[in-house]
């Protein structure tokens, strides 16, 4: 790969249209910025949507070009662990551009780029494993079975906090199964999902299997998502985008995996070890900054270890370490614009003004190497009530809320009294109270006695305004292909023309 920090520094990115770089055609571009001192460091095509119809025209060919579709599914597979191997080759390259671009720990992001590989490598296995199924009907001489195909074109829109592990899963599995993408990641880390478009080309992928446009939500991703061009939507992003564009699919008749927002409850009892419950907590609102869709920010504490529970997690809050994101030491970088750095802080006077009391963080930290930085100190809340909007919605920063309780049904209820649904945690040893907690409920992913931890082979989505279908796993392979049914009729008999021929 021939990008690197320096060579993004100050550049104009173009964008990669049926294997060609290209200029956006209305000659804009829009500024990316650095979250560390919030200065833009290079800009991105803004597009619209005469280069997003490109983009689904090249995208639409190379679904139908001999050299993607008749391709075999073992020459599909091993494509993509060539894809794999230039992933791994070029992996730290890829995260510190994701670092740069979103702020979040380049550890973090190094481990993200990391588990890329193994999941492309996991899907490529999978590409001659997609089957139908023979399925016996009421007639002797008839044979029925169903076949497995690819969809077409696979609209892919991504957001800006994890933007190439998001795009991973369902990217992988859409190319084992032979679809073709057109991805637009969000206009604040645009660079990796470029950079990959490199590795794309060097693998040897026909040109326009892979295509990304790059700019604005409204403008590109707009255009993108009401194209009568694409046969899927796989969109990841907030809850409130998310609905703007099933509207927009549903006149289209186009069908969407949604990933979207969550306020997750996360959930200790007095029977475990505190310290191990506390850096779970810690792990599950702290961690990238609160900036992930699973973040556990409604914690709910068995009242019995409340007290002792509060003063762990208040010590360990206040020590943890704010820095630069590149640096070994931080354990917090900033939050990755400048509009959510606003919103957090708009959401902690809210929780101030609602009566709940702040008992660590709470600000922007006034130490000097910070201060241009969007960083905000990570914010605890005592005295929380779970109807307070703060509580309520998704503020996608530093910021939790604690809530004493002392009955497990009533906890139940606290739990699923959200709007969202995309994950829980529980800390218990009571094997029982864990299982019936994750039975109960409402979330696509419940974890015991851990929390944030992700596997590409298990199926991850949300319920409620959490979103609808899969990532990851086997599940992701079903969404993202059709199912067509092939009837074979070798009994050589006439039939009544005017009967239908039930089976
Ligand atoms: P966002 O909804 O503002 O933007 C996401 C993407 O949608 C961006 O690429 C943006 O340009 C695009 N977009 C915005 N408006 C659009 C429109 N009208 N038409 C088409 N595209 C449009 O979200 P964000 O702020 O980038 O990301 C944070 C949100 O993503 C949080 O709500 C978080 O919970 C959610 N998220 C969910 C998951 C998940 O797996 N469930 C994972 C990560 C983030």
């Known amino acids: 790969m021939d990008r690197s920090l320096d060579s993004i520094e100050g550049s104009r990115q173009t964008m990669l249209i049926g294997g060609e770089w290209v200029e956006p055609k209305s000659g804009r571009y829009l500024p990316s910025y650095d979250p560390t001192n919030g200065q833009p460091w290079y800009e991105a095509a803004d597009a619209d949507a005469a280069d997003v119809d490109a983009a689904v025209a090249a995208a639409q ?12 599914q073992t020459q599909r597979g091993k494509l993509i662990r060539r894809l794999a191997e230039l992933v791994a080759r070029n992996g730290d390259m890829l995260a510190r551009i994701e670092t740069r671009d979103n702020g979040k720990l380049l550890r973090e992001m190094q481990v993200q ?23 016996p009907v009421n007639k002797l001489d008839m044979l029925n079975f169903t076949l497995r195909e690819p969809i077409g074109v696979v609209g892919m829109i991504t957001p800006w906090n994890s933007p190439l ?8 599995a859409c190319l084992a199964i032979g679809n073709t993408v057109v991805v637009k990641p969000s206009e604040h880390t645009s660079a990796s999902t470029l950079a990959l478009g490199e590795l794309f080309e060097e693998a040897g992928f026909p040109p326009g299997v892979f295509n990304v446009v790059t700019g604005y939500g409204n403008t590109a991703g707009e255009a993108l998502v009401r194209h009568p061009g ?17 509207a927009h699919a549903a006149s289209n008749l186009v069908p969407c995996q949604m ?29 990238a900054a609160g900036q992930t869709c699973i973040a556990g920010s409604r914690c709910f504490v068995e009242a019995s270890v409340y007290d002792q529970f509060m003063d762990r997690l208040i010590q360990r809050a206040n020590e943890i370490r704010i820095g630069h994101p590149m640096d070994e030491e931080t354990q917090l970088g900033p939050v990755a614009l400048h509009a959510q750095l606003e919103k957090v802080e708009s959401y902690v006077g809210m929780g101030v003004a609602e009566g709940a009391t702040i008992v660590a963080g709470g600000h922007r930290p ?26 309520q919605d998704e503020i996608f920063g530093p910021v939790v809320g ?5 009955d497990e049904k009533e906890l139940i209820a606290l739990a699923n009294d959200t709007r969202y649904g995309l994950a829980a945690g529980i800390w218990t040893k009571d094997i029982d109270r864990a299982m019936r907690f994750a039975r109960e409920v409402d979330a696509g992913t419940v974890w015991i006695n851990t929390y944030r931890s992700a596997a590409y082979m298990s199926p991850s989505g949300g319920f409620k305004e959490s979103g609808y279908g899969k990532r990851g796993g086997f599940e992701v392979m079903r969404e993202f292909s059709r199912v067509k049914n092939v009837v074979v009729d070798y009994s050589g008999a006439n039939q009544d ?3 239908i021929r039930l089976r």
């Not at 969550?262 to 029977?271: A, C, I, L, R, T």
């Not at 960083?375 to 809340?381: L, R």
């Open 259 to 287: 990933e979207l927002g969550g306020k997750s409850p996360h959930v200790v009892f007095s029977d475990v070890d505190v310290d191990r419950a506390v850096n779970g907590v810690v792990a599950g609102i702290f961690a």
């Open 402 to 406: 604690v809530i004493p309780f002392s």
């Open 230 to 246: 694409l046969a899927k939507i796989a969109f990841t992003g907030s809850t409130q985008t998310g609905r703007r564009i099933a």
């Open 165 to 172: 592990m998001l795009l991973t899963g369902t990217l992988a």
């Open 61 to 72: 060919k190379a679904f139908t070009s001999p050299d993607w579709r008749r391709m075999t």
């Open 113 to 135: 780029l990391q588990g890329a590989p193994d999941t492309y490598h996991y899907f490529a296995g999978m590409a001659d494993k997609l089957h139908g199924d023979t399925i």
């Open 366 to 391: 006034q130490r000097e190497d910070l201060i241009q930085g969007w960083y905000f100190e990570p914010t605890i809340f005592a005295g929380a009530k779970n109807n307070m909007r703060f509580m």
């Open 497 to 499: 023309p005017f009967v």
